[in-house]
């Protein structure tokens, strides 16, 4: 089970070339206190702004898997070789990647269509882990 509202607000930038699925997932996670923002509609788009002060202050990534030129893992791996620490959460409408490549990047997946309840949890785990850390 998880719980309605977290005690922190939970920040997460999203890469998403959807931008209905991204306008669900930011109204949706809003509804229990988790801030969607900065949306990027592009893995580009993230990576020309990485140092940016908008991604200071992100507690967790969520990269759409099927992207235009560079996909999401290509993203997370690319965001791991240059120090990144911080969660991902790689998601797609397509089957999942294989737990060998969901490893090396140290990453989670989740389907789309998205339950919300099994996409908050997640997102609580990888909070609370990643603030221990």
């Given at each position: 089970?998880?719980?309605d509202?977290?005690?922190?607000t939970v920040?997460?930038?999203?890469?998403?070339d959807?931008p209905s699925?991204?306008?669900?997932?930011?109204s949706?996670?809003?509804?229990?206190?988790?801030?969607?923002?900065p949306?990027?509609?592009?893995a580009?788009?993230?990576?020309?702004q990485?140092d940016?002060?908008?991604?200071?202050?992100i507690?967790?990534?969520?990269?759409?898997i099927?992207?235009?030129?560079?996909?999401?893992?290509?993203?997370?791996e690319?965001?791991?070789?240059?120090?990144?620490?911080?969660?991902?959460?790689?998601?797609?409408?397509?089957?999942?990647?294989?737990?060998?490549?969901?490893?090396?990047?140290?990453?989670?997946f989740?389907?789309k269509p998205?339950?919300?309840?099994?996409?908050?949890?997640?997102?609580q785990?990888?909070?609370?882990?990643?603030?221990?850390?």
């Amino acid at each position: 089970m998880f719980n309605d509202t977290l005690q922190e607000t939970v920040k997460i930038a999203y890469v998403e070339d959807e931008p209905s699925i991204a306008q669900l997932l930011v109204s949706g996670l809003g509804l229990f206190g988790i801030e969607v923002q900065p949306v990027f509609m592009s893995a580009e788009d993230l990576l020309k702004q990485v140092d940016g002060p908008e991604l200071k202050e992100i507690d967790l990534f969520f990269f759409d898997i099927r992207l235009p030129k560079m996909t999401g893992l290509e993203l997370a791996e690319q965001l791991r070789n240059q120090g990144e620490k911080r969660p991902f959460v790689l998601v797609s409408a397509w089957p999942a990647p294989s737990k060998e490549a969901l490893q090396k990047i140290g990453a989670e997946f989740l389907p789309k269509p998205f339950d919300f309840p099994d996409v908050v949890q997640t997102i609580q785990k990888l909070a609370s882990q990643n603030k221990k850390a």
